[in-house]
């Protein structure tokens, strides 16, 4: 069963891309996808800032692909999300390797979504913590 077997046929299509181009561009692979708890990896490699560290809005655009997506998941068919605030807080640098986000659903609701991605590196170490608050319409 692949990642996006359990979701409803528009989101399938939609995923079943990539993602999107910059999801694309950034090498992002998404692992598990629902509204309570999504995962995904990206490569440091061709992410890297001018020092040579994983560049603070590669941290960004992991943690509100993995929002987005659990927040597209919560809203169902004929529903959007749309991303409204976004911040992150970085407490460690990385340079090689890959980084996972882990998305967890704070609040849940009818036409708000709140969900925070805590970005790892391979040993388990917080590298970011990313909060994504998303609206909720219809089509």
């Known amino acids: 069963m692949g990642v996006l077997d359990n979701l409803h046929p528009e989101l399938q299509e939609r ?7 910059l999801t694309r561009k950034m090498g992002i692979e998404l ?10 990896r990206m490569p440091v490699d061709g992410n890297r800032q001018v020092v040579g560290i994983l560049h603070g809005g590669a941290h960004v ?5 993995l929002g987005s997506v659990a927040a597209a998941v919560h809203a169902g068919a004929g529903r959007y999300a749309v991303g409204i605030d976004i911040n992150a807080t970085h407490t460690k640098s990385i340079a090689e390797g890959w980084v996972t986000g882990t998305c967890t659903a704070i609040s849940l609701g009818k036409t708000i979504c709140v969900h925070e991605i805590v970005v790892t590196n391979d040993a388990g170490e917080r590298l970011s913590t990313v ?4 609206l909720l319409r219809d089509r």
């Open 31 to 40: 692992l598990e996808i629902s509204a309570e708890r999504s995962v995904a």
């Open 61 to 65: 655009v992991l943690g509100e692909t």
């Open 15 to 21: 995923f079943s891309t990539g993602g999107g181009e």
């Open 131 to 134: 909060r994504i608050t998303n």
